[in-house]
């Protein structure tokens, strides 16, 4: 896969090891992840990302 075509992974798990095994792992095999241990850390961290995107319009 190209570096402008890196397919993007988002993993969520409660248990950190697991998480970060998962994370670890994926990003060797070139994919872009982001790894969070609960959905309302995912949550908070997208919907700043979105409310950036919209004030930048």
């Given at each position: 896969m190209s570096e402008t075509n890196v397919a993007k992974i988002l993993v969520v798990d409660d248990e950190a090891e697991l998480?970060?095994?998962l994370v670890e792992a994926l990003?060797?095999?070139s994919f872009e992840v982001r790894g969070f241990t609960n959905a309302r850390t995912r949550s908070r961290h997208f919907s700043r990302k979105l409310s950036t995107l919209s004030s930048a319009t």
């Open positions: 998480k970060n095994a990003s060797a095999q």
